[in-house]
């Protein structure tokens, strides 16, 4: 088996490492240096091939990823968390407990997802409102707890989805969604929950 160290890491009991795994990529900072913190990953997770995950990257129990997922420097993750195939988390994001991002998502930089969210496959997070001058500007998406974003969503950035509130499929969000709301179209139109869409 073929797994791919740097720095110094920490990984739980029962974890496992599929071939191809790097941990602990050092981040610009890290370069060149022999000694310096890499992941810390808890008990129980399932890591699939070609998964890499940075420097100061700290992830709670039960944690697993598809194949060829990215998590870059300074990402905190909660426990139970799946990280679908070819999902890239940017890094210097903070991402709750029991949260499902399905294949293809993208997570930029300064996002925050709290507990019990769901992201479906594709749906892109965005942080730069001028691409690519927003230097000093960038505001990532807040997702706050228990909220939904279905496939190919797009959030634009500083947008907060409010508590238990649905993104719809394809949705196309420019201002912040109220707790309990659904989200559809583009850009997005809020209207009162489906009935058999409410928890």
Do not use: C, W
């Not at 998590?71 to 139970?80: A, L, P």
């Not at 309990?180 to 009935?195: D, H, Q, T, W, Y």
């Amino acid at each position: 088996m073929r797994i791919i160290i740097f720095g110094t890491n920490t990984i739980g009991n029962n974890t496992i490492l599929s071939d191809n795994v790097t941990l602990g990529f050092p981040s610009r900072e890290h370069m060149g240096k022999e000694t310096f913190p890499g992941t810390t990953i808890g008990v129980d997770g399932v890591l699939r091939s070609g998964t890499i995950i940075y420097a100061d990257v700290v992830i709670g129990k039960n944690f697993s990823t598809g194949h060829n997922v990215m998590i870059r420097e300074k990402t905190t993750i909660g426990d139970s968390v799946s990280v679908g195939t070819n999902t890239i988390i940017e890094g210097n994001t903070i991402i709750g407990s029991h949260v499902n991002l399905q294949s293809l998502v993208y997570i930029p930089t300064g996002v925050l997802i709290e507990d019990n969210v769901f992201i479906g496959p594709n749906a892109v997070l965005t942080n730069d409102p001028y691409p690519p001058h927003g230097g000093d500007h960038l505001r990532g998406p807040v997702i706050r707890k228990g909220a939904s974003i279905g496939a190919n969503a797009t959030i634009l950035p500083g947008v907060e989805v409010g508590a238990g509130a649905l993104v719809a499929a394809g949705a196309v969000v420019t201002r912040d969604v109220p707790a309990r709301m659904l989200a559809i179209g583009s850009p997005a139109r809020f209207k009162e929950m489906p009935e058999g869409a409410k928890r």
